[in-house]
């Protein structure tokens, strides 16, 4: 079994739809979380980071973390064409010292 | 801006060949990352170093080596290349170590390279 499982998609939505991508994990010392994405043929870009659990809110993005159940989801809203692309979530137990991925979840949101 | 810049973007060797992937980072960071991706295996870690001639193991070292004389460049070493090496590599740095979360250890990529091995 995978410490970090994702579904790899692809995952279509309709412009301006509300998109939710999730990870689960099975190593309870994660306590910090990362969502990264990856633009075709470009490498990862940080989009948000979160601490053990609860929300954070970046513009259209929400980044959730249960850790009770080993669960962290990305929520996009109003999705966009630009929004394509794989998004990678990513955990370490401490800091952000050694980072284990999930595999990506390929979105693509059509206009 | 960070910028993290990896030499080559897509590479075909032969194997056995000994192949040099250079990377080189312009902020100063303290931390380098080698990673490779594979379709359905996500990112694995193969090499990291938190100082100049300073490197640690990742999760899959075999077969590779790395070199970091000087802060800004982290080159990762394939000593006889193989087919199962064939790969996308991807490079990162980070500014340093810190417990508390901070932008301070954000990994920032390069935009990869592509090596194929014949």
């Known amino acids: 079994q995978k410490e970090v499982e994702q579904d790899p998609g692809p995952l279509s939505v309709p412009e301006g739809a509300i998109v939710s991508l999730n990870c689960t994990y099975s190593?309870?010392?994660?306590?910090?979380f990362m969502w990264y994405r990856q633009y075709s043929r470009k490498g990862p870009e940080l989009l948000m980071y979160t601490y053990s659990s609860g929300n954070k809110e970046d513009g259209r993005f929400t980044a959730q973390v249960d850790k009770s159940s080993k669960y962290i989801s990305l929520f996009i809203r109003d999705s966009q064409p630009s929004d394509s692309a794989t998004y990678l979530c990513a955990m370490s137990n401490t800091g952000f010292q050694k980072l284990v991925f999930g595999t990506g979840t390929r979105l693509l949101v059509s206009p | 801006d960070v910028k993290v810049t990896q030499s080559s973007r897509y590479l075909v060797k032969r194997t056995g060949e000994k192949v040099f992937l250079e990377c080189v980072q312009d902020m100063d960071h303290e931390n380098m990352f080698w990673y490779r991706q594979d379709p359905g295996l996500g990112l694995r870690l193969i090499y990291f170093?938190?100082?100049?001639?300073?490197?640690e193991k990742g999760d899959i070292p075999e077969g590779y080596s790395v070199s970091r004389e000087k802060k800004e460049r982290f080159s990762l070493i394939l000593e006889s290349a193989s087919t199962n090496q064939t790969s996308m590599y991807l490079c990162a740095s980070s500014l340093g170590w810190e417990i508390s979360p901070g932008a301070k250890n954000i990994q920032y990529f390069g935009a990869g390279t592509r090596l194929s091995v014949l």
């Open positions: 190593n309870s010392a994660f306590q910090y």
């Open positions: 170093s938190y100082d100049v001639k300073m490197k």
